[in-house]
């Protein structure tokens, strides 16, 4: 049976940031599982924002910038933005991925397990006894820890055992990675409105003239939904979307990029010393469902209460709780005020979209990046 300070459980941005983020602190003993590659290649590989990119140094994963900046409706109402810097880039979720591990591995005192499961973890409280942490793991190892972190996305692996209420909302994305394309424009990165291809919008992210990731999403309560949907909704897209239909006419398919994103913040993600991140804890923004920034965030602020407790000697609930304090401090108030908001525009009817876009047409650049990225304006 193996002992350490910290266990994460799902090596994404949330569980790998928390991982960076102790190892470069402190001495604790961390141990990374994830039932998938870390960096796995079937991942979709996100915009995020420049500075980001910066912050996290995560240069070498940008796979391309964008300084021009489109928000459109299939009905034909766009909004244009120009830039005289980078706001935005689209990264390579796998070197993404690795580069953070590998930095994690570099500083600190972790051991990585991958392709293995986490099943479930038990919580002993004997008598005149520290209480003992266990989880049970799919190679049937038995680990035992002090802190358990959660960083395992949408599968919600604490919330499940803990019984915890879900969240409402649910955006299940499906997209293509095309090769064979006829970009016009390879450094606008754009993202579509509307009802007509999924009620969760759009997104066209070129890599470069030729090839592009292009997709649809469709936001509904359940965290399941048929497949077949989201990919007829792409379907139809590419067939009549003017002028993308005339842009990836040709084009070839490299991969498929799917999956759900919660939408909506669990109200507690410290659980004695269990942690919730990222996805796990409903942390993608409600307004664009952006959740790259959202999980490195979060996971540095989960380390900082852990790296605290470790300084302590202490991994009471109460020095854990900082990182529900931080979180709290810096999310709860935006993420409250749009969630209402952002259940009803999920919602809205074609003409609502549209005006949403006329309005948006309004707003200065900058005012732009600000509303994706808190909803401002
Ligand atoms: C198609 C699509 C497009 C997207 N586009 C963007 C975008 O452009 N910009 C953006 O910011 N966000 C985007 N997102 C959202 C973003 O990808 C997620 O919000 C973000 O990756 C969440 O990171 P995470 O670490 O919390 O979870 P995840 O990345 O889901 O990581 C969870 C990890 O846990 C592992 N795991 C699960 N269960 C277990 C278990 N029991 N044991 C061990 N390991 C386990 C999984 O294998 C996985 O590696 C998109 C999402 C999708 C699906």
């Given at each position: 049976?193996?002992k350490?300070?910290?266990?994460?459980?799902?090596?994404?941005?949330?569980?790998?940031?928390?991982?960076?983020?102790?190892?470069?602190?402190?001495?604790?003993?961390?141990?990374?599982?994830?039932?998938?590659a870390i960096?796995?290649?079937?991942k979709?590989?996100?915009?995020?924002?420049?500075?980001?990119?910066?912050?996290?140094?995560?240069?070498?994963?940008?796979?391309?910038?964008?300084?021009?900046?489109?928000y459109?409706s299939?009905?034909?109402?766009?909004?244009?933005?120009?830039?005289?810097y980078?706001p935005?880039?689209?990264?390579?979720?796998?070197?993404?991925?690795?580069?953070?591990l590998?930095?994690?591995?570099?500083?600190?005192?972790?051991?990585?397990l991958?392709?293995?499961?986490?099943?479930?973890f038990?919580?002993?409280?004997a008598?005149?006894?520290?209480?003992?942490?266990?989880?049970?793991?799919?190679?049937?190892?038995?680990?035992?820890?002090?802190?358990?972190?959660?960083?395992?996305?949408?599968?919600?692996?604490?919330?499940?055992?803990?019984?915890?209420?879900?969240?409402?909302?649910?955006?299940?994305a499906?997209?293509?990675?095309?090769?064979?394309?006829?970009?016009?424009?390879?450094?606008?990165?754009?993202?579509?409105?509307?009802?007509?291809?999924g009620?969760?919008?759009?997104?066209?992210?070129?890599?470069?003239?030729?090839?592009?990731?292009f997709?649809?999403?469709?936001?509904?309560?359940s965290?399941?939904?048929?497949?077949?949907?989201?990919?007829?909704?792409?379907k139809?897209?590419?067939?009549?979307?003017?002028?993308?239909?005339?842009?990836?006419?040709?084009?070839?398919?490299?991969?498929?990029?799917?999956?759900?994103?919660?939408?909506?913040?669990?109200?507690?993600?410290?659980?004695?010393?269990?942690?919730?991140?990222?996805?796990?804890?409903?942390?993608?923004?409600?307004?664009?469902?952006?959740?790259?920034?959202?999980?490195?965030?979060?996971?540095?602020?989960?380390?900082?209460?852990?790296?605290?407790?470790?300084?302590?000697?202490?991994?009471?609930?109460?020095?854990?709780?900082?990182?529900?304090?931080?979180?709290?401090?810096?999310?709860?108030?935006?993420?409250?005020?749009?969630?209402?908001?952002g259940?009803?525009?999920?919602?809205?009817?074609?003409?609502?979209?549209?005006?949403?876009?006329?309005?948006?047409?309004?707003?200065?650049?900058?005012?732009?990046?600000?509303?994706?990225?808190?909803?401002?304006?």
């Amino acid at each position: 049976m193996d002992k350490f300070d910290v266990v994460i459980v799902g090596g994404g941005f949330a569980g790998l940031s928390t991982a960076l983020h102790v190892c470069r602190e402190v001495d604790a003993t961390v141990l990374l599982i994830d039932k998938n590659a870390i960096g796995n290649p079937r991942k979709t590989s996100p915009f995020t924002f420049h500075d980001v990119v910066e912050r996290y140094e995560l240069h070498s994963a940008i796979l391309q910038k964008y300084t021009r900046f489109s928000y459109e409706s299939p009905a034909g109402i766009s909004a244009h933005f120009q830039y005289d810097y980078v706001p935005f880039v689209t990264i390579d979720y796998q070197k993404a991925c690795r580069t953070l591990l590998r930095r994690a591995q570099k500083d600190g005192n972790i051991e990585v397990l991958e392709n293995t499961k986490a099943i479930k973890f038990e919580n002993e409280k004997a008598l005149f006894r520290p209480s003992k942490h266990k989880l049970v793991i799919s190679n049937s190892a038995e680990i035992t820890y002090d802190v358990l972190v959660d960083a395992a996305g949408i599968a919600f692996f604490a919330s499940r055992q803990l019984g915890v209420r879900l969240p409402s909302l649910y955006s299940h994305a499906y997209g293509e990675l095309l090769t064979d394309c006829n970009i016009e424009d390879p450094e606008r990165m754009r993202i579509f409105t509307g009802r007509k291809y999924g009620n969760g919008g759009g997104w066209l992210y070129p890599l470069n003239e030729k090839t592009a990731r292009f997709g649809f999403a469709t936001v509904t309560t359940s965290a399941d939904h048929p497949e077949e949907i989201t990919r007829q909704n792409f379907k139809n897209a590419l067939e009549s979307f003017h002028p993308y239909n005339r842009m990836l006419e040709k084009s070839q398919r490299i991969r498929c990029e799917l999956g759900s994103i919660p939408i909506g913040p669990l109200r507690k993600i410290v659980y004695g010393n269990i942690m919730i991140v990222g996805d796990a804890a409903g942390q993608a923004t409600p307004w664009y469902c952006e959740g790259m920034r959202p999980a490195l965030e979060a996971g540095e602020l989960c380390a900082e209460a852990i790296v605290n407790a470790y300084k302590k000697k202490d991994y009471s609930t109460k020095n854990l709780n900082k990182y529900q304090e931080l979180w709290d401090f810096r999310n709860r108030k935006l993420y409250s005020r749009t969630a209402q908001y952002g259940y009803n525009a999920w919602f809205r009817n074609q003409e609502e979209w549209d005006s949403a876009v006329k309005f948006v047409a309004s707003l200065k650049p900058e005012e732009m990046v600000e509303r994706i990225r808190y909803s401002r304006f």
